[in-house]
């Protein structure tokens, strides 16, 4: 008995001394510094989209229902843009920032509420 809850406990404790390192893990890879702002959040009628810092012209902006059908995308993006929200019906929508070869540089969900 004494042998099964020393075990036990070496169990217990290699696996909650991963678990803070794969927090670690995630912490580190994730992007610092977003180089995409938007708002209103929740937006009604127009959301806007502004670059922080530089950008590349040749950016595609794409913009996802929940269920994951394209619904806008808006090529060769300026600093700032607006979207035209009459469309879009209430519900959670997901954006992605794409560079020229389809890579995602950043991606985001805002709230449509009418």
Same mark, same amino acid.
């Given at each position: ?22 927090? $670690?893990? &995630? ?6 510094? +977003? ?5 209103? !959040?929740?937006?009604? *009628? ?12 040749? $950016?595609? &902006? ?6 994951? +059908? ?5 090529? !060769?993006?300026?600093? *700032? ?34």
């Amino acid at each position: 008995m004494k042998t099964f809850t020393l075990i036990f406990l070496m169990g217990v404790m290699l696996h909650f001394s991963g678990f803070g390192q794969e927090k $670690y893990l &995630l912490a580190a890879t994730a992007p610092a510094v +977003k180089i995409l702002k938007f708002y209103p !959040n929740p937006a009604t *009628t127009f959301i806007h989209f502004d670059f922080q810092k530089d950008y590349d012209r040749s $950016y595609n &902006l794409v913009i996802y229902n929940f269920l994951g +059908k394209k619904v806008f995308e808006l090529a !060769n993006i300026s600093l *700032t843009n607006q979207v035209n929200l009459s469309d879009f019906t209430r519900g959670v929508y997901i954006f992605q920032l794409r560079d020229r070869n389809g890579r995602i540089i950043e991606s985001g969900k805002f709230q449509v509420s009418k």
